[in-house]
């Protein structure tokens, strides 16, 4: 079991930044690979940013693509989101997942998940 809690979720306004946080217990977090998604209201839950467990490799949605940053220190067993440029759609709430394998972009292919945190944004 890997137990998942992000943080860093807020108001921001319109070009402004945000940093989320994942933090992991449980089972080897190193081993894993880590996304992050969101879900708007009345939306489905989309990918956001992935990034393997060795940090070498990381995949974007092209909605966040140039704005958006994901990384991972391992000695913390944490996963951040750096946000950038941010705007109004930006709005969700955010959560972190993590799977064993490859990057992924499916929500469906992610074995455990956070509570989520909610970030708005307001233009």
């Known amino acids: 079991q890997v137990q998942l809690v992000e943080s860093g979720g807020g108001l921001v306004q319109a070009g402004g930044s945000l940093r989320l946080s994942c933090a992991a217990s449980?089972?080897?977090?190193?081993?894993?690979?880590m996304g992050w998604f969101r879900q708007a209201p009345g939306k489905e839950r989309e990918f956001v940013a992935c990034i393997t467990w060795s940090a070498t490799r990381t995949y974007y949605a092209d909605s966040v693509k140039g704005r958006f940053t994901i990384s991972r220190d391992n000695a913390k067993n944490t996963v951040y989101l750096q946000m950038n440029s941010l705007k109004p759609e930006d709005t969700a709430v955010y959560y972190c997942?993590?799977?064993?394998?490859?990057?992924?972009?499916?929500?469906?292919?992610?074995?455990?998940w956070g509570q989520g945190t909610q970030v708005t944004v307001s233009s």
């Open positions: 997942a993590a799977r064993q394998g490859v990057l992924n972009v499916r929500v469906f292919e992610y074995e455990y």
């Open positions: 449980g089972r080897t977090f190193d081993s894993y690979t």
